[in-house]
Structure formats: C-alpha cells, structure tokens
Nanobody
Framework: QVRLVESGGGSVQSGGSLRVSCAAS?????MGWFRQAPGKDREGVAA???????VYTDSVKGRFTVSRDNAKNTIHLQMDSLKPDDTAMYYC?????????????????????WGQGTRVTVSS
C-alpha cells in the first residue's frame, strides 16, 4: 500500500504561480500528477521516476516543472504562467513499484494509488 497526501494548491490570477506537493508513505518508482477539470475527464499532467526523469503533457510543457525528493518520498509540481484552463482538481498518483526502469507515463493505467486531490483555481 502507498498512502499519498497532497498539499498546496489554492487560487491565483492568470499568469501567477502555485506549487503543489505530494508525500508518499514509502518509495515508489513512478509518481505523477493528474488533473480533472469540471465536466472533463481526468488527464495526466506530469510524471517522474526515481531517477528524476520527467515527462509532461504538451499543454503544460515550459510552464510546469515536476521534481522529486527521494529522501522524503515527495514530489512537487511547480506551476508557472498559470492559465484559467489549468483550473482543476490535481491528484497525485503512484505506481507502487519498488524498483523500475525505462521511465514513467502520464497514463492512468500505470498508477495504482491516488491521493485525495487538491484544488487549483486560476482566475482571468
């Protein structure tokens, strides 16, 4: 089992920045961020493996940065140049693997554990 606890988020105006964090109860090879906007399906935002290799969905490339602190089993998502379209509930996810290679994906099927979500609201 992996327990995930998100923190951060909140409200900001367009162009602003926010950071969300996620603490896992133990090591897990892949960790990722997903988001779900009102009335839309959940989508993958970013993922990072334990070596620090990260991938991003196209809409956030150059604006969002995912980082990882393996000593604390924590990942962060720094969100800059936020847009109203970034408004969503942001969920942390973990694959639960105790080892791995080849990197991670921003696909739901790869993740078995999910946090409760933290809300991000960007106003125009």
């Amino acid at each position: 089992q992996v327990r995930l606890v998100e923190s951060g988020g909140g409200s900001v105006q367009s162009g602003g920045s926010l950071r969300v964090s996620c603490a896992a109860s133990r090591y897990t090879y892949c960790m990722g961020w997903f988001r779900q906007a009102p009335g839309k399906d959940r989508e993958g935002v970013a993922a990072i493996d334990s070596d620090g290799s990260a991938v991003y969905t196209d809409s956030v490339k150059g604006r969002f940065t995912v980082s990882r602190d393996n000593a604390k089993n924590t990942i962060h998502l720094q969100m800059d140049s936020l847009k109203p379209d970034d408004t969503a509930m942001y969920y942390c996810a973990a694959d639960g693997a105790t080892s791995g290679m080849g990197g991670c994906l921003t696909e739901e099927f790869e993740y078995d554990y999910w946090g409760q979500g933290t809300r991000v609201t960007v106003s125009s």
